[in-house]
């Protein structure tokens, strides 16, 4: 058995994406991004190797966060069998058995925070590098162990919403959380039959599954109208266009964040070069509830660039739920037909897949719509 200090990156690669904006409660990630020497070795005995995944993840190591302070206990990882070479292979391995040398009835580490937060950083870092179809069962394995003691599923849980589900971590993955959510339902039925405490669980996380579910990376973004400036009217498809990619931004004009990151996308060279080539077009949406909401966003659009695509809507996007907004800014980044790539993204992600994978055409749409 391997001990694994503390440390949440594998293999140097790190998961990616942080959210924009803040979350509605602020948390700390002592153990989100720290570079682990002993797992890289574990899952990969060679010096260097390329992952055989197809799950994205974060090549920049520049960003981690510093190493937490606290000396945290540790939990001992299974050794590999030899006759698992690939990386894939061995991170399968390592992802199906990483909780077995823990008891969940030793409450004295089950319910212990920063153990517990310190080994799920640890875990969901091989997520990346292991096959996808292994996680599933693996996590069901996880949740169904950590049945053994109600509290240290509850610890589980709000862990794992913690570090994939809240938009500021460091390690944000709805897809990963979706996998915990869909386990947690039956655990929590459970566990807690016949107490309102299962009841408020199963609706925190039936309200986070249906979240997760709208709107979804590779599905069609839902459609909806809204109001020019020219006082036109114009669906979210029109301006969507077969030739260039679409970033879709909701904001708030009386939000200083949105303001800010307005003023970080207008200023981003890779953004501005693909709108310069034609293969990108950018429509920023207010969504408000009231006549004074459209007044303050005629107001403030001289504060969004020329190039841009301006619109107004009158509350649709909430009163129908079409999106969920659970923090503002919000940035959707839509293929040329439509589909979602990039959801409650970053400017930084947002940039990073721009200059990484871009097509650059001939304008032909964008200039359609810029007056209007």
């Known amino acids: 058995m391997r001990t694994l ?96 040398a823990l008891d969940f009835t030793d409450t004295l580490r089950s319910r212990d925070r920063g ?46 919403g913690k570090y994939l589900y809240e938009q500021d971590s460091p390690v944000y993955n709805e897809e990963y959380y979706l996998l915990f959510a869909d386990a947690f339902v039956d655990a929590f039925a459970d566990a807690f039959a016949g107490t309102s405490l299962r009841d408020y669980e199963l609706l925190r996380i039936e309200a986070r599954r249906t979240a997760i579910r709208k709107n979804r990376i590779g599905t069609e973004a839902a459609d909806f109208v809204f109001e020019t400036v020219a006082g036109g009217r114009m669906r979210l498809s ?22 800010e990151t307005v003023s970080e996308l207008s200023s981003m060279e890779a953004l501005n070069e693909a709108l310069a080539g034609g293969g990108m077009c950018v429509v920023a949406v207010y969504s408000g509830m009231d006549v004074m909401s459209r007044v303050t966003w005629r107001r403030t659009l001289d504060r969004l660039p020329s190039t841009w695509i301006a619109g107004y809507d009158d509350g649709t996007v909430y009163t129908e739920d079409l999106y969920v907004l659970r923090n503002m800014p919000a940035l959707y980044l839509l293929d040329s037909s439509g589909r979602v790539m990039l959801k409650d993204t970053s400017p930084e992600r947002l940039a990073e897949e721009l200059r990484r994978n871009f097509p650059m055409r001939t304008p032909l749409f964008r200039t359609r719509y810029l007056k209007h």
């Open 5 to 100: 200090p503390a440390a949440c990156a594998a293999i140097g690669m790190l998961m990616a994406a942080p959210s924009v904006g803040a979350c509605e409660e602020v948390f700390v990630y002592p153990y989100g991004r720290t570079v682990q020497p002993d797992i890289e070795t574990l899952v990969a005995p060679s010096a260097s190797f390329e992952s055989t995944s197809d799950a994205p993840v974060a090549p920049a190591l520049q960003n981690v966060l510093p190493v937490a302070q606290d000396v945290v206990p540790t939990l001992l990882l299974p050794e590999v069998p030899a006759t698992l070479r690939t990386p894939a292979e061995r991170a399968d391995y390592i992802v199906e058995h990483f909780w077995d």
């Open 115 to 160: 153990f517990m937060e310190q080994s799920f950083a640890d875990y969901v870092s091989l997520f990346p590098i292991a096959d996808s179809s292994s996680l599933a069962p693996a996590v069901s394995g996880l949740v169904a162990r950590a049945q053994a003691d109600p509290e240290a599923l509850l610890l589980l849980a709000e862990i794992a």
């Open 238 to 259: 029109e301006a969507v266009d077969a030739h260039c990619r679409t970033l879709l931004l909701f904001y708030d004009p009386e939000c200083a964040h949105c303001m």
